[in-house]
T-cell receptor, first 117, second 114 residues
Framework: AQKITQTQPGMFVQEKEAVTLDCTYDTSDQSYGLFWYKQPSSGEMIFLIYQGSYDEQNATEGRYSLNFQKARKSTNLVISASQLGDSAMYFC??????????????FGAGTRLFVKA | GAVVSQHPSWVICKSGTSVKIECRSLDFQATTMFWYRQFPKQSLMLMATSNEGSKATYEQGVEKDKFLINHASLTLSTLTVTSAHPEDSSFYICSTTGLNTEAFFGQGTRLTVV
């Protein structure tokens, strides 16, 4: 079953405007972590922001912030004041525990963001 | 600077040969390393989890004998693609976790089998 859902294959945003990338998740764990990563064309994975399941406040990191709605199981990424360099693939990910111990991280399908000048 | 160093960044090999990809953790000990595979324009799919000094845990559908994982030390984990075929061509990337929650990724290896 799909555990991380990103419904927007591609998004366009005008430079200097804000954009929201959607992500919903499904888990039966009480404790889990939610991440957003940026992947430019070079392929490297760049960590952007983290939200723990017990964090009551929405996480913020510079121009990145999360709209975390636990009851709805959604963790949308908001990028403010978009820049041309923000054009990339964005992945939502969830870390959850394994039945056999330890944990693993699963990724959504990704959203490709295009920032227009 | 890079926390996880992955080499090679790209490799082209002939069908039937084996290719080894290395991931080294820099300045810290990585007891666990995750190996992912990413096809063009697709997401990262977890292949296996390696733990230092023990056998790797493979995800369902991943052939253990084809994708050999070794995690012999706290700073080095390797993935060997054995008897590579064109369908193994993909982007392979490793990841580990530091003291905090953030995951550190290698730079990735683009494998092309001809």
């Amino acid at each position: 079953a799909q555990k991380i859902t990103q419904t927007q294959p591609g998004m366009f945003v005008q430079e200097k405007e804000a954009v929201t990338l959607d992500c919903t998740y499904d888990t039966s764990d009480q404790s889990y972590g939610l991440f957003w990563y940026k992947q430019p064309s070079s392929g490297e994975m760049i960590f952007l922001i983290y939200q723990g399941s017990y964090d009551e406040q929405n996480a913020t990191e510079g121009r990145y912030s999360l709209n975390f709605q636990k009851a709805r199981k959604s963790t949308n990424l908001v990028i403010s004041a978009s820049q041309l360099g923000d054009s990339a693939m964005y992945f939502c990910a969830m870390r959850e525990s394994r039945n056999t111990g330890g944990f693993k991280t699963i990724f959504g399908a990704g959203t490709r963001l295009f920032v227009k000048a | 600077g890079a926390v996880v160093s992955q080499h090679p960044s790209w490799v082209i090999c002939k069908s039937g040969t084996s290719v080894k990809i290395e991931c080294r953790s820099l300045d810290f000990q990585a007891t666990t390393m995750f190996w992912y595979r990413q096809f063009p324009k697709q997401s990262l799919m977890l292949m296996a989890t390696s733990n230092e000094g023990s056998k790797a845990t493979y995800e369902q559908g991943v052939e253990k004998d084809k994708f050999l994982i070794n995690h012999a030390s706290l700073t080095l984990s390797t993935l060997t693609v054995t008897s590579a075929h064109p369908e193994d061509s993909s982007f392979y990337i490793c990841s580990t976790t530091g003291l905090n929650t953030e995951a550190f990724f290698g730079q990735g290896t683009r494998l092309t089998v001809v």
